[in-house]
């Protein structure tokens, strides 16, 4: 509704064409015609391809797996043998394989969770520790072989001593501890430094590491650090998939225990 003002003239109804050719009228009008359908057309199409463009970039945004990940399932390993270097009483219910990689971040921050396991299992769970160096990691090979070199001409408390400060003193990520320290490493845990380097360049132990890693693939590993929860018999019972707290790891232990 329009308001009235008396005080103005009224509107001229005259038309802008008023007075034109009956030609120039229809040039005018076919224009009109014509830029209006456009109009139209693009009020149809545009809001369409946005959205669409604005869908197909969602879709690509949009994870493709919003699942939770597939805990992976352990199979039974190599048996625990005189060969493996045991921690704790070889006489236990249970014992703990870890595969692990000295420089793997995380299997850093899990290494004092399983010593706590060590204190709290005393004659229930003992460990082994079997190696699981990962190929971007430059220095875990050596590192493994040189802990394997220590094994052998000490005995199993000095390759433990080894790994425990490996643990302590790497920074892990691959080069976390220096190649040139391993010699004096050894001859802190008290082994002959000159008769340790012999081993470790030698590359006596090199067969060792790649045979425990292929062990660990066939029992389910794929990542580090991966711990099997092992029966008497060489059973696998469950697996620890990680660098887990020593509550979850706790609760993983009861369970296996339980079931025996």
């Not at 004659?123 to 094994?151: D, I, M, T």
Request: proline content about 7%.
């Amino acid at each position: 509704m329009m308001e009235n003002h008396p005080h103005l003239p009224p509107p001229l109804n005259k038309g802008v064409f008023d007075g034109a050719s009956p030609k120039l009228t229809f040039i005018f009008g076919l224009i009109a015609g014509v830029a209006i359908t456009t109009l139209i057309g693009l009020a149809i199409v545009l809001p369409k391809a946005y959205g669409s463009s604005k869908s197909a970039k969602t879709a690509a945004a949009a994870p493709t797996n919003t699942g939770a990940p597939t805990a992976p399932t352990f199979n039974n390993v190599k048996p625990v043998t005189d060969a493996d270097y045991i921690r704790g009483d070889k006489n236990a219910k249970l014992t703990l394989i870890e595969y692990s990689d000295l420089e793997c971040p995380f299997c850093k921050n899990f290494h004092p969770t399983m010593l706590k396991v060590m204190e709290e299992y005393q004659g229930k769970v003992n460990w082994v520790y079997r190696n699981y160096p990962l190929s971007f990691h430059a220095n875990a090979q050596p590192e493994a072989e040189a802990a394997l070199c220590v094994a052998k001409l000490g005995n199993a408390d000095k390759h433990w001593a080894f790994i425990d400060k490996i643990f302590e003193r790497t920074t892990s990520n691959g080069t976390g501890f220096a190649l040139t320290a391993l010699g004096p490493l050894a001859k802190e845990v008290g082994v002959n430094q000159d008769k340790f380097q012999k081993c470790l360049d030698s590359g006596e132990m090199k067969q060792r590491v790649l045979d425990e890693t292929a062990d660990g693939n066939t029992g389910g590993v794929s990542g580090t650090p991966s711990t099997l929860i092992v029966d008497r018999n060489g059973q696998t019972i469950s697996g620890i998939p990680g660098a887990y707290p020593f509550e979850q790891v706790k609760a993983y232990i009861d369970k296996a225990l339980a079931q025996l």
